[in-house]
C-alpha cells in the first residue's frame, strides 16, 4: 500500500493539487485500499462502483465527503491502470 500512496502523493504534486486537496485525498485513498485489502477486491472500477456504494448506502456520508472519495479513487484509478496498460 506504501508504494501505491507514494505513487500518488508524487502525482498530486505534478498535477499540482493544492495541500488541502492533497492530504484529503490521500485520508480518502487510505480507506479505498484498505477496502480491497479486508474484502481482498482487485484494485479495479469493480471495486470501486463496490466500495462507492457502500459509502452511500450503508455508510451514509454526506455529498461533499462522498465527493471527495469518488474523485480521489477516480485519479488513483487514472494513475494506476495507465501504469498497467502501458
Known amino acids: 500500500m506504501n508504494d501505491y500512496m507514494s505513487d500518488f502523493k508524487q502525482n498530486m504534486v505534478i498535477k499540482n493539487f493544492s495541500l488541502s486537496t492533497q492530504k484529503s485525498y490521500s485520508y480518502r485513498l487510505k480507506y479505498y485500499l484498505e477496502y480491497c485489502k479486508k474484502q481482498k477486491a482487485q484494485i479495479n472500477s469493480e471495486s470501486f462502483k463496490d466500495y462507492i456504494y457502500k459509502l452511500k ?3 451514509k456520508l454526506s455529498t461533499a465527503t462522498l465527493k471527495q472519495s469518488i474523485g480521489a479513487v477516480k485519479f488513483f ?3 494506476h491502470l495507465n501504469c498497467h496498460t502501458n
Do not use: P
Open 57 to 59: 448506502a450503508i455508510d
Open 77 to 79: 484509478l487514472s494513475i
